[in-house]
């Protein structure tokens, strides 16, 4: 005879694991919600950081062509100092023969040297142009790496998500959490500016 009343185990271990098994899916149905929105984020981030690199490159191409530009510009502001040159020299040399130059070569001179100051104030403006483009491409460049940054975060993130479902360990679901926190705070600072 039993010395105390009979306990039905196999009941009680169908309850307990009734009761784990409850537990371990609303764990793991709210890693998979955050690693999800974690991945939506990632994808927004990424974007992000191609859409900012790809106006940063159309606006380091200006800058190279302003920069061909304002070399073409120079090369002719040259061309007219030695035409300048030239007809400053000629001229000289009819002064030191004791006679007048023709105004031919004087007007040559100043036509050439009025010329040359236009030019140069063009290429002095495909400069300035040139230095505003890049500028503004250096900006997104650094748009474009704290954006690739917050989408390394989220992707490390996601990675401990996916350790945190297999290991079922809160404390890696957590530290895949504050990852992600990290990652979108840095997006938004991006966002925002």
Known sequence: MPEGPEIDTDKLRETIDEEIEREDSSLIRGIALTTAILAAFAAIASLQAGSTVNEALVLKTEA??????????????????????????????????????PDELTQRVAKETGDQQQIRKVAEEKEHERDAKSAEADVLLERHHKFAIAVAFFQIAIALGAVAALTRLRVVWAGSILLGLAGLVLSAIEWLR
Request: proline residues 0%.
């Open 64 to 101: 190279t062509r302003l920069q061909a530009e304002a070399s073409d510009q120079w090369a002719f502001y040259q061309a007219k100092g030695i035409k300048a040159a030239v007809a400053a020299a000629g001229a000289e040399a009819w002064r030191s023969l004791g006679k007048i130059a």
